[in-house]
C-alpha cells in the first residue's frame, strides 16, 4: 500500500473516502502496491475554462472537469454534476465511484465523470445552454460513444444532454446520440431512465430487507435529498407500501411519525419547488432527519453525510445509499459495529447507470426497447447484482460495501491483468 493511493489518516472528503474503500478492497484482494497506484489513479483528467457570456453581456469564467478514472473495462461511463462545490477532487472521488459501479452491474464500461463548478439555480436556462455547449466543446477530443459517454448528475438534467448531444453531433456533422444517456425520449432517450435510478434503490432495499424476511410494506422510510433520485424514491416506496415519515431537500424537510401523504407532497413539492412548507408534516432539519427512529434511511443528496458524528445517533436498521459516497469511511465502520446494514451506492444507486447502458444499446443498435423490457431487465440486473455481493458478503465476512467492492475492482484489476502492461 503506497501513501499515495490510501492516506493512513482518514480524510472526510469524498476522495479520502473513495480511497479508504478502495485499500480495504485491495487489502482483501492481495493486491500489491504498484496495481494499487493504477486503480487509486485517475487514467485522464482535462481541465477547462469556460467563459460565459451572460444574459446581461458581461463576461463571467467557469471551470470545467472531466475524469476518466478508468477505461480498462470499456468507454468511461458517468455524469456530469453542476455545483458550486464541485472541486478536482470531488470529481475525482465520483469518477471512481462509477468504475466500481459499472463493475458491480457488469456493465462493459470504465468509470468518469464531469463536473462544472457553478451554481445552475443562479442562472438562466439560456446561460446554462451556453456553458454546456463551451463545456462539451473544450472536452470533445475525450469523449463519445466508443470513448466516454456522459449522463445527469446533480444540477444537470434530460436537456443538458440534449445540449450535449447537439453539440457534438453539429460539431462531427452527423446526429450521435450514443454521445450522452438520459436524454429526453423525443432524440434519442430510454423509457424509464429518468426514474431508473430510483428503481434500483427500491429493488435492493426490498432485497436488502428480504434477507431479514422483512417486507417493504412493514418498514418506515426516511429520505434525505428530494432531487431526481430521492423523489422518485419516495413515491416507489410509498407505492410498495412502505411508511415514507420524513423527507427533506435543500431548503429543510418535513416529518410525519404515521406517515406522509406521498402524493401530496409531490403535487406540493411541484407546485413550490421544495419540500418544505408541506401542511401534512412538521418541520425537520437535515440533520436530524438522519437520526429518525427508522426502519430504513436513505441518504439520496450528496457526499458525505454521515460521518463520524452523524453515524452514531443512526437509529435506522437499514441505509440504503442512493447518492454517491454519503458515508464516510469512519462512518462505515461506525454503522458496521452497530450491525447496521449498509446496502452501498456502487450498488443501491446503479440503476440509473445501468439504464444509461440500455439507452447506449439501443442507440447504437437504433432500436428501442418497450418500457416492460428494460424495467424487467433493470430489475433482474439489479437482483443479479444484489445476490452476488449478498453471497460475496456472506462467503467472506463482508459487509455488503466490503463485498462490492472486492468484486468491482477485481473485475477492474482483472481487465488490467488479462490485457496486461503496453508496452
Ligand atoms: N450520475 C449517475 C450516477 O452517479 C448516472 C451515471 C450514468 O448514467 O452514467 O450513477
Excluded at 424476511?213 to 430521492?230: I, N
Excluded at 453515524?311 to 459516497?325: D, M, T
Aim: overall charge negative.
Amino acid at each position: 500500500m503506497t501513501e499515495s493511493a490510501a492516506p493512513l489518516v482518514e480524510s472526510p472528503s469524498p476522495l479520502g473516502t473513495a480511497r479508504a474503500q478502495l485499500a480495504k478492497a485491495v487489502d482483501v484482494l492481495g493486491y500489491d502496491g504498484g496495481l494499487h497506484e493504477m486503480l487509486a489513479t485517475p487514467r485522464r483528467e482535462i481541465t477547462v475554462s469556460i467563459p460565459l457570456r451572460r444574459d446581461d453581456g458581461t463576461i463571467e469564467l467557469f471551470t470545467g472537469y472531466r475524469v476518466q478514472h478508468n477505461i480498462s473495462r470499456g468507454p468511461g461511463k458517468g455524469g456530469l454534476r453542476y455545483a458550486a462545490s464541485v472541486d478536482p477532487d470531488e470529481v475525482r472521488a465520483l469518477a471512481m465511484l462509477m468504475t466500481w459501479k459499472c463493475a458491480v452491474v457488469e456493465l462493459p464500461y470504465g468509470g468518469a465523470k464531469g463536473g462544472v463548478t457553478i451554481d445552475p439555480r443562479r442562472y438562466s436556462k439560456a446561460e446554462l445552454e451556453r456553458v454546456t455547449r463551451r463545456y462539451t466543446s473544450e472536452i470533445m477530443p475525450m469523449i463519445g460513444p466508443e470513448r466516454d459517454i456522459m449522463a445527469p448528475d446533480i444540477g444537470t438534467d434530460e436537456q443538458t444532454m440534449a445540449w450535449v448531444m447537439d453539440t457534438f453531433s453539429v460539431n462531427r456533422g452527423y446526429t450521435i446520440p450514443a454521445v450522452a444517456t438520459g436524454k429526453p425520449l423525443a432524440v434519442g432517450g430510454s423509457l424509464g431512465r429518468l426514474t431508473a435510478t430510483s428503481r434500483g434503490v427500491v429493488h435492493t432495499a426490498r432485497a436488502a430487507l428480504a434477507s431479514a424476511g422483512v417486507a417493504l410494506s412493514e418498514v418506515r422510510v426516511a429520505v434525505q435529498g428530494f432531487g431526481k433520485v430521492g423523489s422518485h424514491a419516495t413515491r416507489f416506496f410509498a407505492e410498495a407500501g412502505a411508511t415514507v415519515v420524513a423527507v427533506s431537500d435543500q431548503y429543510g424537510g418535513v416529518q410525519a411519525s404515521d406517515g406522509l401523504d406521498v402524493p401530496a407532497l409531490l403535487a406540493h413539492v411541484a407546485a413550490t419547488g421544495s419540500v418544505v412548507g408541506f401542511a401534512g408534516g412538521d418541520p425537520i432539519d437535515n440533520t436530524t432527519l438522519l437520526a429518525l427512529d427508522v426502519d430504513v434511511l436513505v441518504p439520496a443528496a450528496v457526499e458525505g453525510v454521515l460521518d463520524a458524528e452523524t453515524a452514531g445517533s443512526v437509529k435506522a436498521a437499514w441505509v440504503v445509499e442512493a447518492a454517491n459516497g454519503p458515508t464516510t469511511a469512519r462512518a462505515d465502520a461506525i454503522l458496521a459495529d452497530r450491525g447496521i446494514v449498509v446496502v452501498p451506492d456502487i450498488l443501491a444507486n446503479a440503476g440509473g447507470v445501468v439504464v444509461s447502458y440500455f439507452e447506449w444499446v439501443q442507440a447504437n443498435q437504433a432500436y428501442w426497447w418497450t418500457e416492460r423490457e428494460i424495467e424487467e431487465r433493470l430489475e433482474h440486473r439489479m437482483l443479479e447484482a444484489y445476490a452476488a455481493v449478498a453471497e460475496a458478503a456472506r462467503t467472506h465476512g463482508l459487509t455488503l460495501r466490503d463485498a462490492a467492492m472486492m468484486i468491482g475492482v477485481r473485475r477492474v484489476a482483472e481487465a488490467h491483468q488479462i490485457r496486461g502492461l503496453y508496452p
